[in-house]
């Protein structure tokens, strides 16, 4: 018998996309020969689901599982060519259990999980449904006694939101829970990429701060052909550029403001933090956009999302503070291929 080599899975693997335990089955079985085992692949219909790879997997479901007693919660994005294929039993089923597989043994990640004897399981049920289909990210989030966590999955099940607050104590973690079913919906409508301004990478902030000042500056030639009222054109757009030298400056600049305005001093004290308030918040908008903690909280507009979660564990006695989310939408960041069928059909006829 052949010793079947590292260098010989890869081989058969690039030349099929197979996973690699069915690829090493398949060259046991014919001995080394590549040939043979690519037929073998394809007899069982193992390559003919993944020579799919050439094709964009855009659309398809999110998985969420979450333990009875909050402990621990898992979300997966799985990927198909198609909607219609998306809400086939055999698909729906498919990312139920792959979830739970996930959930039950957290593999470190895609290609891992794959590895598994989980990746025959799921290579079998691609086969039946004839569609490339592949697992595309997922994560997994636990709690312990003193931290909260939760999750929502939206009602189309292309959105997935769990995360985890560390509070003071066992009973501010488990009052809330709903608080932060609560906030995960509002992730879901809201889209925050990161948690807070403070992971921003300073080059990015910097290259979003040059593009949506030229954005607005446009916009306002726009509103100024049309006799309109101008937007304010910000110096920044997140609280990581407003340093104690800048907003001191802000502050400085509404007090000489108030002085010109002929205003009494007396009174300025009710009128400058209104007004610096008004400064960070038309110079922070990249946070409001993007940053989870820094969002408007969609049922206080009143408060941001930190703001609110604070107040809600004050009303239960207690302290927390988000420390972790993740949020998958189906699809995201995945560039669809817009196919002309007339040609597409033409060049299988032809």
């Not at 621990?72 to 060519?81: D, F, G, H, L, R």
């Not at 989030?141 to 929502?152: P, Q, V």
């Not at 889209?191 to 607005?216: H, N, Q, W």
């Not at 997140?238 to 002929?262: C, H, N, R």
């Amino acid at each position: 018998m052949a010793d079947i080599t590292a260098a010989m899975v890869k081989e058969l693997r690039s030349a099929t996309d197979a996973p690699m335990m069915d690829c090493k089955k398949v060259l046991v079985e014919a001995d080394g020969d590549i040939a043979k085992a690519t037929e073998l692949l394809k007899e069982r219909g193992i390559a003919k689901a993944a020579k799919k790879a050439d094709r964009v997997a855009a659309e398809g479901l999110a998985g969420f599982k979450i333990a009875d007693d909050y402990s621990k919660a898992t979300v997966v994005e799985i990927n198909s060519e198609t909607d219609f294929v998306a809400q086939n039993e055999g698909f729906q089923n498919l990312v139920k259990v792959t979830a739970e597989e996930i959930y039950n043994n957290q593999p470190a990640d895609v290609d891992a999980l794959m590895a598994s004897s989980f990746g025959e399981t799921f290579t079998a049920a691609v086969s039946k449904i004839g569609e490339k289909i592949e697992v595309r990210r997922f994560s997994t989030l636990t709690a312990d006694a003193t931290t909260a966590l939760n999750g929502y999955i939206h009602s189309n099940n292309r959105i997935a939101v769990i995360l985890t607050a560390k509070c003071d104590s066992e009973k501010t973690a488990e009052g809330m829970r709903a608080v932060l079913k609560q906030v995960a919906m509002h992730a879901s409508a809201m889209k925050p990429t990161t948690l807070s301004y403070k992971d921003f990478d300073a080059e990015y902030v910097a290259s979003e701060t040059v593009g949506r000042i030229e954005v607005i500056k446009k916009e306002n030639e726009e509103l100024a052909r049309l006799k309109k009222p101008l937007k304010n054109v910000p110096q920044y757009i997140s609280m990581s550029q407003l340093t104690p030298e800048v907003l001191a400056q802000a502050e400085a600049d509404i007090k000489a403001d108030l002085s010109a305005q002929g205003k009494p001093e007396k009174i300025w004290d009710r009128i400058v933090p209104g007004s610096l308030a008004r400064f960070i918040s038309d110079n922070t908008t990249l946070d409001q956009e993007q940053a989870l903690l820094d969002q408007t909280y969609v049922l206080d507009d009143s408060k941001t999302v930190a703001q609110a979660v604070e107040a809600a564990a004050a009303a239960l006695g207690g302290t927390a503070t988000i420390t972790e989310f993740v949020r998958l939408e189906v699809g995201e960041g995945i560039e669809k291929v817009v196919g002309d069928f007339a040609a597409e059909v033409a060049a299988q006829m032809g």
